[in-house]
């Protein structure tokens, strides 16, 4: 199994720009999170998903949206992008809810935009 | 103030020594977490726990519920446990996950 997946590794974005962040996993978890890491700061959850077709907002959900069509892939899409969102951003994927059980983390991306 | 907190910010050690990472929280919790984040981003899940104990190599992890206090372990410290350590914890209001800010640890030969 390759776990979870992200691409891309790196992106930097202009101001206003566009983009989707991948996620994949291919442990058929039903529950998917997007979370970003900023420095000096903890993980704070952007947006996650329950199962296909289920998305719901986490503490910061501006600027992103998200849609869960499979249950493998939980992409995250940033529609204008801004300085305020350059971070290292992670998806992750447990079986049950978070508080209950283990979460498997991507790789990460590490968005800069200018 | 953080609802989670994390002591030491930064650790040094040397190779062997006994290492202790300290956790508080301030909201009732179902659930705590540790996680390591390696130098080159990636994070991995190393125990969740709800009460008392758990061991896995030389990781130790302890939880004291009355206290909202837990504490990360390593026994015989090695270069290769350097990485930044998270605790997290499920919190009861908002059944999300509540991160600190880590704790950095270098381990020198």
């Known amino acids: 199994n390759a776990g979870v997946t992200q691409t891309p590794k790196f992106r930097i974005l202009k101001i206003g720009q566009s983009m989707t962040l991948q996620c994949t996993q291919d442990m058929n978890h039903n529950y998917m999170y997007w979370y970003r890491q900023d420095p000096g700061m903890g993980l704070k959850l952007i947006y996650y998903s329950v199962g296909a077709g289920i998305t719901d907002k986490g503490e910061v959900p501006n600027g992103y949206n998200v849609s869960r069509s499979t249950t493998e892939d939980f992409p995250l899409r940033l529609e204008l992008a801004a300085p305020s969102q350059t971070s290292v951003y992670f998806c992750a994927s447990s079986s049950q809810f978070e508080r209950t059980d283990t979460q498997y983390f991507g790789p990460g991306t590490r968005l800069t935009v200018l | 103030k953080n609802e989670v907190e994390q002591s030491p910010q930064n650790l040094t050690a040397q190779e062997g020594e006994f290492i202790t990472i300290n956790c508080s929280y301030s909201v009732g919790i179902s659930a705590l977490h540790w996680l390591q984040q390696h130098p080159g981003g990636g994070i991995v899940s190393l125990f969740m726990l709800s009460s008392g104990k758990k061991k896995h190599g030389r990781l130790i992890a302890t939880i004291n519920i009355q206290e909202k206090h837990s504490s990360l372990h390593i026994t015989a410290s090695h270069p290769r446990d350097s990485a930044v350590y998270i605790c997290?914890?499920?919190?009861?209001?908002?059944?999300?996950?509540?991160f600190g800010t880590g704790t950095r640890l270098q381990v020198f030969p």
């Open positions: 997290a914890v499920s919190s009861y209001n908002t059944d999300k996950l509540i």
